[in-house]
Nanobody
Framework: QVQVVESGGGLVQAGGSLRLSCVASGRTTSTYAMGWFRQTPGKEREFVAAISGSGGITRYGDSVKGRFTISRDNPKNLMYLQMNSLKPEDTAVYYC?????????????WGQGTQVTVSS
């Protein structure tokens, strides 16, 4: 089983940037796909981005394409989400997830979440 912990959330003005980090621990961290989801009160958890274990495959939600970049550093068991050109609608709790594949991400391990607030 893989455990994940997010960090890096905060308050930023619209148009600004923020980078989230997620550290993974467990026996198979380097083979697991990892990803980011976000959620606001009263709404379902939304897919943001995902990256394969090797880092060779990435996927993005339509609302963040061209603005967010996901990456990972396997030797350090870290994954990042670089968020640029932030909008107020990006405000949410962001969750890190890890799973054997991108397709099974929602069924994997989840972190506690980190709050991102974008002011207009």
């Amino acid at each position: 089983q893989v455990q994940v912990v997010e960090s890096g959330g905060g308050l930023v003005q619209a148009g600004g940037s923020l980078r989230l980090s997620c550290v993974a621990s467990g026996r198979t961290t380097s083979t697991y796909a990892m990803g980011w989801f976000r959620q606001t009160p009263g709404k379902e958890r939304e897919f943001v981005a995902a990256i394969s274990g090797s880092g060779g495959i990435t996927r993005y939600g339509d609302s963040v394409k061209g603005r967010f970049t996901i990456s990972r550093d396997n030797p350090k068991n870290l994954m990042y989400l670089q968020m640029n050109s932030l909008k107020p609608e990006d405000t949410a709790v962001y969750y890190c997830a890890a799973a054997p594949s991108i397709a099974t991400m929602r069924l994997g391990s989840w972190g506690q979440g980190t709050q991102v607030t974008v002011s207009s």
